[in-house]
Each structure stands twice: as C-alpha cells, then as structure tokens.
C-alpha cells in the first residue's frame, strides 16, 4: 500500500519530506512485525540483536564496546541490556584475564538454542520477499547506504 493510503495524507512538501515519512513510517512497521516474533521468547529486538553479534563471535567472548560499536540502534544502553540478557540466563559476564577492568561476555547455551529456534522460525527476508524482488531488495539496500552519505 502505497504511503499516501497508509497515512490517510498526501499533503508532502516535496519527494524528500515524502520519503522521510515513508522511511519513518517503515521502520515502525519492521519494529512492530519484529516484536511480534520476539515477544514469543521474551526478548527485545536490541537483546537479539546484542545475541546475534554474540553468536558471531562465539566462540570468543565480546566486551561491551563493541557491542557499543556493532549494535543497529546506537541510542541502546548496551551494559544495561547486557544485564537483562544475564538475568534470563541467555549470556554471561565474566572478568577479562587480561584486563581485570575489562568484562567478557558470551552467548550461553540457551542463548543459542534460542537464535536456532527463531532462525527456523523467522527469516528477515521473509517480511521483504512477498512484496520485492531480491534485485529490488539490493537496490533498496543501496539507495540507503546512499541516502546515509
């Protein structure tokens, strides 16, 4: 559907104010089908995305700045999420040997068990694939890259 139908609007400045409301208005959309599948196993879509940067780096641990630096939503409090994700058992923190300032995280087993589960469950490209082509889905990406300078 097209930006003007799902907004009930068509009163834009130009093309660029139309494309910013419609990049507003998609992100809110992507969040809302997200949550939707993370609800089923209590997590947020910052705590997958801090597990999936995990697993990526599994098996060697991560420190919280860079997951800081890896994380999509940079406004996040990554320690904080860190915390959370400790509490349910899906990662643990441990001291650096190295660096007794620094702290080791790591995905645990049920962290991972979790990912398989929604990775048969929930393919991103799923949410794009009925409505583009992955040619078009490429060229989606690339125009964002470009709009990002």
Same mark, same amino acid.
């Not at 700045?65 to 320690?79: F, I, P, Q, V």
């Given at each position: 559907?097209?930006?003007? $139908?799902?907004?009930?609007?068509?009163? =834009?400045?130009?093309? =660029?104010?139309?494309?910013?409301?419609?990049?507003?208005?998609?992100?809110?959309?992507?969040?809302?089908?997200?949550?939707?599948?993370?609800?089923?196993?209590?997590?947020?879509?910052?705590? =997958?995305?801090?597990?999936?940067?995990?697993?990526?780096?599994?098996?060697?641990?991560a420190t919280v700045n860079?997951?800081?630096?890896?994380?999509? $939503?940079?406004?996040?409090?990554?320690?904080?999420i860190v915390d959370r994700?400790?509490?349910?058992?899906?990662?643990?923190?441990?001291?650096?040997?190295? $660096?007794?300032?620094?702290?080791?995280?790591?995905?645990?087993?049920?962290?991972?068990?979790?990912?398989?589960?929604?990775?048969?469950? =929930?393919?991103?490209?799923?949410?794009?694939?009925?409505?583009?082509?992955?040619?078009?889905?490429?060229?989606?990406?690339?125009?964002?890259?470009?709009?990002?300078?």
């Amino acid at each position: 559907m097209r930006i003007d $139908d799902e907004i009930q609007s068509s009163k =834009f400045e130009d093309n =660029f104010h139309k494309a910013v409301i419609n990049i507003t208005y998609t992100y809110g959309w992507l969040n809302n089908t997200f949550r939707c599948q993370f609800e089923k196993y209590n997590l947020t879509q910052q705590q =997958f995305n801090i597990l999936r940067i995990l697993r990526g780096q599994y098996p060697k641990p991560a420190t919280v700045n860079l997951l800081k630096e890896r994380m999509l $939503d940079k406004m996040s409090d990554a320690s904080r999420i860190v915390d959370r994700l400790v509490q349910k058992g899906l990662v643990s923190r441990c001291t650096n040997n190295k $660096d007794r300032r620094a702290v080791d995280i790591r995905i645990s087993e049920v962290g991972l068990d979790i990912l398989s589960k929604l990775d048969v469950e =929930f393919k991103t490209s799923d949410i794009l694939k009925n409505n583009l082509t992955e040619e078009e889905a490429g060229i989606l990406s690339d125009l964002l890259d470009k709009m990002r300078g």
